[in-house]
């Protein structure tokens, strides 16, 4: 995979994925695509570790996971498993309707910047709301997983490395006017997660989707069949 298109066809396929492989999650990741394994070969390095260059697939993927969301081919952020994310747009309404939830704090000052301002990096989120970068930096990640704030584009300043931007996720990845409900868009999600994977435990599944172990598994119950397994409840399709 070398290509903005392949890696959106594949995400487009999967429908939910990580950008980099997590041992404890179950989702597939958009490295082992671009790296033909799950192997950490990210960078060159000397005999003695010191670093070189970054492997030819790290450096692709580096530049697609800003790349992707800045052309409209892949919603990308932190909102799945505390990592960053690659989201088919075609599910960004269902998972918005099971996971989405309202800005709090620091994150209210945050969300009314980027609304009235359009997409801005951290340090423009500093300068225009006056946090703190831990504060501010902890509000992003919020959002992100609230699936309010997403990524929209690197912004190019001066150093080797650009700024990442953030816009509104549904200016970004327009919602229909009425969504499914938070009880269907979980099933749905548990479903294609279960289809993905064969079976799951409430714990596999929470993990992935940041959901209760307790309310995984209410949601596996409806659209898996369960069976007991040396002491683990495991739900594979029906």
Same mark, same amino acid.
């Given at each position: 995979? #070398? &290509?903005?298109?392949?890696?959106? $066809?594949?995400? @487009?396929?999967?429908?939910?994925? !990580? %950008? %980099?492989?997590? $041992?404890?999650?179950?989702? /597939?990741?958009?490295?082992?695509?671009?790296?033909?394994?799950?192997?950490?070969?990210?960078?060159? #390095?000397?005999?003695?570790? &010191?670093?070189?260059?970054?492997?030819?697939?790290?450096?692709?993927?580096?530049?697609?996971?800003?790349?992707?969301?800045?052309?409209?081919?892949?919603?990308?952020?932190?909102?799945?498993?505390?990592?960053?994310?690659?989201? $088919? /747009?075609?599910?960004?309404?269902?998972?918005?309707?099971?996971?989405?939830?309202?800005?709090?704090?620091?994150?209210?000052?945050? &969300?009314?910047?980027?609304?009235?301002?359009?997409?801005?990096?951290?340090?423009?989120?500093?300068?225009?709301?006056? !946090?703190?970068?831990?504060?501010?930096?902890?509000?992003? =990640?919020?959002?992100?997983?609230?699936? =309010?704030? &997403?990524?929209?584009? !690197?912004?190019?300043?001066?150093?080797?490395?650009?700024?990442?931007?953030?816009?509104?996720?549904?200016?970004?990845?327009?919602? /229909?006017?009425? !969504? /499914?409900?938070?009880?269907?868009?979980?099933?749905?999600?548990?479903?294609?997660?279960?289809?993905?994977?064969?079976?799951?435990?409430?714990?596999?599944?929470?993990?992935?989707?940041?959901?209760?172990?307790?309310?995984?598994?209410? =949601?596996?119950?409806?659209?898996?069949?369960?069976? @007991?397994?040396?002491?683990?409840?495991?739900?594979?399709?029906?």
């Amino acid at each position: 995979m #070398r &290509t903005l298109e392949q890696a959106a $066809a594949f995400v @487009d396929d999967v429908g939910l994925a !990580l %950008l %980099l492989p997590k $041992a404890d999650i179950v989702l /597939p990741s958009l490295w082992e695509q671009v790296n033909g394994s799950q192997e950490r070969s990210w960078a060159i #390095r000397e005999p003695d570790g &010191t670093f070189v260059r970054w492997s030819d697939e790290m450096a692709f993927l580096w530049g697609a996971k800003d790349e992707l969301p800045a052309a409209g081919l892949v919603c990308v952020g932190k909102h799945l498993a505390k990592v960053v994310a690659c989201i $088919a /747009p075609r599910l960004v309404p269902t998972l918005v309707a099971a996971n989405g939830a309202e800005p709090e704090g620091a994150g209210l000052l945050v &969300t009314e910047s980027i609304r009235e301002a359009g997409p801005l990096t951290g340090p423009l989120l500093r300068e225009a709301t006056g !946090l703190t970068k831990q504060e501010c930096d902890k509000a992003i =990640v919020s959002l992100h997983h609230a699936l =309010v704030l &997403t990524s929209s584009h !690197l912004v190019e300043q001066d150093g080797p490395w650009g700024a990442l931007a953030h816009d509104l996720l549904e200016r970004k990845w327009p919602l /229909p006017k009425r !969504l /499914p409900s938070r009880e269907d868009a979980r099933r749905d999600l548990a479903r294609l997660v279960l289809e993905r994977t064969g079976e799951l435990t409430a714990a596999d599944l929470g993990g992935a989707l940041g959901w209760r172990r307790k309310e995984a598994a209410a =949601v596996l119950e409806q659209v898996g069949a369960g069976h @007991d397994e040396e002491g683990f409840r495991i739900w594979t399709t029906i």
